[in-house]
């Protein structure tokens, strides 16, 4: 499966911002979905996941819990991740991720396929 995210951008602290990722070149409803983060310096960590369906269990990091919300549409083979009362430390670029197989859905090892990043940057 191909991936792009897209949707980064420049915005003030407290400020939201949506990313979305579009997938092609397999079927998007066979896949759990992921976003990744990495900031400058730092490893890349693990943001939040979703199941296959539209409705499936989410998974998200205990930085972004209640701030973030990852959603998807299978119909448009898009995954979104609305973000809400960004913090400084929410600068990072952003990659989106899909699973076929089993494993963990907070784990990013079991996410073999990731697509280009978009950069968010939240400045005062």
């Known amino acids: 499966v191909q991936l792009q995210a897209s949707g980064g951008g420049l915005v003030q602290t407290g400020g939201s911002l949506t990313l979305s990722c579009a997938a092609s070149g397999h079927t998007f409803g066979d896949n759990g979905m992921a976003w990744s983060r990495q900031a400058p310096g730092k490893e890349r960590e693990f943001v939040a996941s979703i199941g296959r369906n539209d409705r499936s269990t989410t998974y998200y990091a205990d930085s972004v819990k209640g701030r973030f919300t990852i959603s998807r549409d299978n119909a448009r083979n898009t995954m979104y991740l609305h973000m809400n009362t960004l913090k400084s430390e929410d600068t990072a670029v952003y990659y989106c991720?899909?699973?076929?197989?089993?494993?963990?859905?907070?784990?990013?090892?079991?996410?073999?396929?990731w697509g280009q990043g978009t950069l968010v940057t939240v400045s005062s």
């Open positions: 991720g899909a699973k076929s197989g089993h494993g963990s859905y907070i784990s990013l090892d079991s996410f073999n396929s």
